[in-house]
């Protein structure tokens, strides 16, 4: 089953260790950085890592227009509320084992290198149509 483990900057409930990344020293990013690649890391040995990226806090929404016009686009919006920070894929064998990856991945270092005990959203990939009864 594959999961998406999205990380958000703004918009989840506070973390433990709730100071901002942009407040951070560089050895203190850094240091989140390389445990996010570690973990990465050992998740592609035991089979369960899919892909993984770090995202710009700069997005712009898209439309279609119509045939023959250019997409609307509306942004961008770096001052959202919700800003997603990244993402993580992984495939494992149950919901069980993503929640205690993704308790794991919240564990990342941050301000002062103590775990930032942040939320992280845990998403299914739909692998059929939901049913709908009425």
Known sequence: ???LLLKHYRGAPAAVNDVPMDQWTPEEVSAHMQYMRDFATRLEGTG?????QALSPEGT???????????VTDGPFAETKDLIAGW???DVDSYERA????GELSAAPGAG????????EVRP?????????E
């Open 113 to 120: 290198g103590k775990p930032i005990h942040e939320w992280l």
């Open 1 to 3: 089953m594959k999961y």
């Open 88 to 90: 993580m894929v992984i």
């Open 48 to 52: 369960e890592f899919v892909d993984g």
């Open 125 to 133: 990939f739909l692998t059929e149509p939901p049913t709908i009864t």
């Open 61 to 71: 929404f898209v439309r279609y227009d119509g045939e023959g016009r250019p997409p």
């Open 99 to 102: 929640l205690a990856l993704a």
